[in-house]
C-alpha cells in the first residue's frame, strides 16, 4: 500500500519567498499532521487537521498557513521565509485523530532557504 | 503538558549484543507511547506503541519496548543488536488527558552498532 507522499521532496527558496509543500495522506486516513524537524533536532509539531478542520495547533509560525481539502491532503504555505526555516518538514496521517492511533510518516520535504 | 526524555544522544553496541535506548516520559494523564526510526534522509517510521495491556510490546524489525510505568519509562530493547539497526530512534508521547493528538518526541538517540 502507497504511504504517505510528500512533494516536492526537495525545495531551495530565497529569503522573503513563498513556499508550497504537499501532502497527499495514506488512503482512508482523515487526520493529516505537520512537522518541523531542524538539523540535528527532534521533530516540532506544527499543526493537524481532521476531517478538513484544523484540530490542533502547535509551534507554527504566524508566517505559515496550512489547510486540509476535501481529498484530505493538505498544503503548508510559508511566506517571508527566514534562513531559519530551513528545515525537513514531515507530513504523517492517521485514522481518526486518536490518541492511540499511530501516525504514519512521509518522506519529508526538505527546504533550503538561501 | 508532556514531554519526553531520551537521556542518551548516542548509544554505541557491538553486533549479536542486546541493545537499550532508554526513554522517560511526563504526562497529566496516561499516556500513549510510540518509538519510531530515522534513517538518513527518510521520514520516521513507526515501531511499536503502548497503548494498554501487557508492559512488554513487541514491534517491528525483532524490537520491544517495556512500559513502567511507576518508572515513567519506555526503554526500547532488542535481544541481538544488527548492523543494518543503526539509525536515529525517537520516543514519543501522547496524553490521554489532553484531548489534542499531537506526539512530542524526544530529542533522540543514535544507536551505532559495530561489526
Known amino acids: 500500500a502507497a504511504g504517505v507522499i510528500q512533494s516536492p521532496r526537495h525545495l531551495i527558496k530565497e529569503k522573503r519567498e513563498t513556499a508550497t509543500l504537499k501532502c497527499y495522506p495514506i488512503?482512508?486516513?482523515?487526520?493529516v499532521y505537520w512537522y518541523q524537524q531542524g538539523p540535528g533536532q527532534d521533530p516540532q509539531f506544527l499543526i493537524s487537521?481532521?476531517?478538513?478542520?484544523?484540530?490542533d495547533k502547535g509551534s507554527i509560525p504566524d508566517r505559515f498557513s496550512a489547510q486540509q481539502f476535501s481529498d484530505y491532503h493538505s498544503e503548508l504555505n510559508m511566506s517571508s521565509l527566514e534562513l531559519g526555516d530551513s528545515a525537513l518538514y514531515f507530513c504523517a496521517s492517521s485514522i481518526k485523530p486518536g490518541g492511540w492511533t499511530e501516525a504514519f510518516f512521509g518522506q519529508g520535504t526538505r527546504l533550503t532557504v538561501v | 503538558a508532556q514531554s519526553v526524555a531520551q537521556p542518551e544522544d548516542q548509544v554505541n553496541v557491538a553486533e549479536g549484543n542486546p541493545l537499550t535506548v532508554k526513554c522517560t516520559y511526563s504526562?497529566?494523564?496516561?499516556?500513549?507511547l510510540f518509538w519510531y526510526v530515522q534513517y538518513p534522509n527518510r521520514g520516521l517510521q513507526f515501531l511499536l506503541k503502548y497503548i494498554t495491556g501487557d508492559n512488554l510490546v513487541k514491534g517491528s524489525y525483532g524490537f520491544e519496548a517495556e512500559f513502567n510505568k511507576s518508572q515513567t519509562s519506555f526503554h526500547l530493547k532488542k535481544p541481538s543488536a544488527l548492523v543494518s539497526d543503526s539509525a536515529l530512534y525517537f520516543c514519543?508521547?501522547?496524553?490521554?488527558?489532553?484531548?489534542?493528538?499531537?506526539?512530542?518526541f524526544g530529542g533522540g538517540t543514535r544507536l551505532m552498532v559495530k561489526p
Open positions: 488512503s482512508r486516513h482523515d487526520t
Open positions: 487537521f481532521y476531517e478538513k478542520m484544523q484540530s
Open positions: 504526562v497529566s494523564g496516561n499516556p500513549y
Open positions: 514519543a508521547v501522547r496524553d490521554t488527558i489532553y484531548a489534542g493528538n499531537m506526539l512530542t
